[in-house]
């Protein structure tokens, strides 16, 4: 009988809700063996009763990670190491947004968004980078956004960030591919998740700047395209399907929401 020590591994970062939730239940679902990322431990019990529902929760095992500090990465990377000598799949999904007009923002929110959607990407694939290389074999897949192709106003910190993440990914993709590991880039459109609820400062109604009613719009908008950009589970599936394959073909996934996302944009100016 094949026990848990048999079955493929996976790491997730920014498990505690959204699509970091949804994606540990799917990959559970397929047989691998997750390590639910979690940035605040007392979210661990909420991932747990979520994977008992999909009767998923022995292939589950939370663990203290916010990609912003150095200890925690290293630990969870010595963790996976010791406990099952290998990682199979990296799901680089930690994220943040928030937005606000470019001349508004302040250099902490900056450093906020690229600490974390850009650099902890990059400590966390440093950190497994050499367990995957020793067995010649891995699959890292890095959740970007279409806000790493297109930018939009409002969303200066976030984008920017983004597009990090994406020149990150090709680099990483042509300096592992001849260790046998495979990197794949998700760029969902809007989705109705938890990031929307707490990311956007409202700066310029303490600047008396003219934005505000154009931020507004935007952010009604990118609201509006999440909620019609569909169930987030598809890009759960997705990106679980991606984990599953034999070898991807292709380096970009795009969500069916991406579309609508473009043509959200495509809009944008004549509504402002
Ligand atoms: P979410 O807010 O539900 O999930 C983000 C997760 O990241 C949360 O669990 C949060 O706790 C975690 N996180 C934040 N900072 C962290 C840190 N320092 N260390 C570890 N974890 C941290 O929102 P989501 O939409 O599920 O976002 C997941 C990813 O998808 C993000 O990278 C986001 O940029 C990306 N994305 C989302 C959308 C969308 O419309 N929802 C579209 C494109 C891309």
Same mark, same amino acid.
């Given at each position: ?39 605040? $431990? ?8 979520? !994977? ?13 990670? *916010?990609?912003?500090?150095?200890? *925690? ?12 000598? @290998? ?9 943040? !947004? ?30 497994? +980078? ?43 993709? +042509? ?38 009613? $154009?931020? *507004? ?15 987030? @589970?598809?890009?759960? @599936? ?14 970009? !996934? ?11 944009? !495509? ?6």
């Amino acid at each position: 009988m094949r026990s848990l020590q048999d079955e493929p591994v996976a790491l997730v970062t920014g498990s505690s809700s959204g699509f970091g939730l949804l994606i540990c239940i799917e990959l559970a679902l397929r047989g691998f063996v997750v390590i639910a990322g979690i940035r605040r $431990m007392e979210t661990a019990g909420k991932v747990l009763e979520t !994977a008992e529902q999909a009767g998923v929760h022995t292939r589950i095992r939370t663990v203290q990670l *916010d990609v912003t500090q150095d200890s *925690d990465v290293k630990q969870a990377a010595a963790y996976i190491k010791d406990q099952f000598g @290998r990682l199979d799949v990296l799901v680089n999904n930690a994220g943040t !947004a928030y937005g606000g007009f470019i001349e508004e923002v302040p250099a902490e929110v900056w450093l906020e968004q690229m600490n974390t959607n850009f650099h902890g990407m990059v400590r966390m694939t440093q950190a497994v +980078l050499p367990l995957m290389r020793e067995r010649r074999k891995g699959r890292i897949i890095q959740m970007s956004s279409i806000s790493g192709r297109i930018g939009f106003p409002g969303y200066g910190p976030y984008a920017s960030s983004k597009f990090a993440v994406e020149g990150f990914s090709e680099c990483l993709a +042509l300096e592992t591919e001849p260790f046998g590991i495979d990197v794949v880039i998700v760029e969902p459109g809007a989705y109705g998740t938890p990031i929307w609820e707490k990311g956007f400062t409202q700066m310029s109604t303490t600047s008396g700047l003219p934005y505000q009613a $154009m931020l *507004d719009k935007v952010l009604a908008f990118s609201q509006k395209s999440a909620q019609q950009g569909g169930d987030p @589970r598809e890009v759960a @599936r997705l990106v679980a399907h991606i984990a599953c394959l034999k070898r991807p073909a292709f380096r970009y !996934a795009l969500p069916r929401s991406t579309r609508l996302t473009i043509r959200a944009k !495509a809009a944008l100016p004549g509504r402002l």
